[in-house]
């Protein structure tokens, strides 16, 4: 039987036969004019093809082999170009069957090729495709595969009853079933596989919310249903009581999901602070700057966003109190006693002396610091040089009748006073000491009676020699320490 292929073939080479529903389809290289050439037999390979020539269908290039594998009821072809600069291979998709248009693309130079000849059939073992091709220019064999995917398990299977397949990764897939495989009988069955995200539900961490706050318990959207343990239907909730809250979601192709997140709701955290700081300092409470004794509250946020109540218990120290007394003045051959009187105090005086007593014979600026609980206090006086003829009269400001012969009685320094007269009160009124006498002092006590420790009152009538008959006056208080 001579076959009628004029007009269609042009230096033909190699050919595939394929069966494609039914109809008989032989495909030819035409070396001479880079091309394909389709012959259609219908349905037996002995009736008289109707061909076409395909032309050059994309990027062909001195082409010289051709193979056809058909996976699935879909067709893919691979020609050989021999063109020594290129050496690429073309694909050919047949999107509508053999008997439908035939579409090319350059597939490159995959696998080293150098000049290739001719292409074998492509055979499959397992899920991998090969293909066997020959290299002119250096006599050598290019080895064209297709490794199956790797997010299936198995990859395949011979047996009659298959394991379950499994897919690692959304997607569409082929499956393909070949019964009587190399036998004149051999069928395929295929169909696709469309592999959905599985559902996947997070809650998050667990949370801590503040009393009378609440917190929103998000699912994530993309779901068909949401089932809450609480019995909300909703993608969200509002929680603001304690406890363990789970969700199941599901989505459009079925698949469950569960999460679940722990709330717990903090305590009110509350403190009390209690500090002391000394007269004259001062300290942040109540939301501004004290300087008094009292009870103050502040309200902050703490690091998880509640409210906090710092309750400051401030007590304020008394003053450190020193009083050296007037500035005064000092005669030639007179000498004055500085004392301060503070129990369990530390003193320092200008020269660094710690007694509580300083003896002043010179005029000149002295001074007293005392420490006494962390607090400290000072005071100054200024002991003026006495003009030449001109009265002065200067009194001690506390006195301490121990018996220890160190400022244990209470007088006044005088000079040039020609008339005296010192009286001492008690915070009645009541005189304890009367007396003319300038050389005479208190020694805190009166007919027999020891007076307690405690502030007294003294007033001293005086006149100087340099004004006689005009009268003078001096009071004060001064401090008795026992």
């Not at 300092?281 to 004290?290: D, K, L, S, V």
């Not at 009269?393 to 008339?419: E, L, M, R, Y």
Request: charged share 15%.
């Amino acid at each position: 039987l001579v076959l009628n292929t004029t007009g269609i073939l042009s230096h033909p080479g190699q050919f595939v036969v394929r069966n494609d529903n039914g109809n008989w389809y032989m495909l030819v290289c035409n070396t001479g004019e880079n091309s394909i050439s389709r012959l259609s037999f219908g349905k037996s390979l002995l009736n008289q093809p109707a061909g076409e020539n395909l032309g050059n269908v994309g990027s062909l290039d001195r082409v010289t082999g051709i193979t056809l594998i058909e996976d699935c009821q879909s067709f893919t072809g691979f020609v050989t170009n021999m063109n020594i600069v290129s050496d690429a291979l073309t694909r050919l998709k047949f999107p509508n069957g053999l008997a439908g248009r035939v579409e090319g693309e350059n597939a490159g130079n995959t696998g080293t090729l150098s000049n290739p000849w001719k292409i074998s059939e492509m055979m499959r073992q397992g899920d991998t495709i090969f293909a066997l091709i020959t290299n002119a220019l250096n006599g050598s064999l290019s080895l064209l595969y297709f490794p199956g995917i790797h997010m299936v398990n198995p990859a395949g299977s011979t047996l009659e009853n298959p394991p379950p397949v499994y897919y690692s990764s959304p997607g569409t897939y082929t499956i393909m079933l070949t019964v009587n495989t190399g036998d004149s009988t051999e069928q395929q069955v295929c169909r696709q596989i469309v592999v959905i995200p599985g559902a996947t539900v997070n809650l998050g961490n667990d949370k801590i919310i503040c009393p009378g706050s609440d917190v929103i318990l998000d699912a994530g959207d993309g779901f068909a249903s949401y089932t809450w343990n609480n019995g909300s239907t909703t993608r969200k909730i509002a929680v603001n009581q304690q406890g363990k809250y789970k969700v199941e979601v599901e989505n459009a192709g079925g698949c469950k999901a569960t999460d679940s997140v722990v709330v717990m709701v903090a305590s009110a955290l509350q403190s009390t602070v209690d500090t002391t700081i000394c007269s004259g300092e001062r300290y942040f409470a109540g939301n501004q700057w004290r300087y008094t004794s009292g009870t103050y509250v502040d309200y902050f946020s703490s690091v998880l966003g509640c409210d906090s109540i710092v309750t400051t218990i401030l007590v304020v120290k008394p003053p450190v109190a020193v009083p050296l007394g007037k500035d005064s003045v000092i005669c030639p051959g007179d000498h004055i006693e500085l004392s301060v009187h503070l129990a369990d105090a530390v003193f320092t005086w200008q020269d660094r002396s710690h007694d509580s007593l300083f003896t002043v014979v010179q005029p000149g600026k002295y001074w007293v610091t005392a420490i006494k609980d962390g607090c400290s206090g000072s005071d100054t006086i200024v002991i003026n040089d006495c003009p030449p003829g001109a009265s002065a009269i200067w009194i001690p400001n506390a006195f301490s009748p121990d018996g220890d012969a160190v400022n244990d009685t209470f007088k006044a320094t005088c000079h040039n006073i020609i008339k005296f007269r010192m009286m001492i009160f008690d915070k009645w009124g009541a005189i304890v000491f009367d007396s003319n006498d300038l050389s005479e002092g208190w020694n805190g006590q009166s007919g027999g009676t020891y007076y307690p420790s405690g502030v007294y009152v003294f007033r001293i009538d005086y006149e100087g020699a340099e004004a006689p008959g005009e009268s003078r006056i001096q009071t004060g208080t001064l401090m008795l320490v026992r």
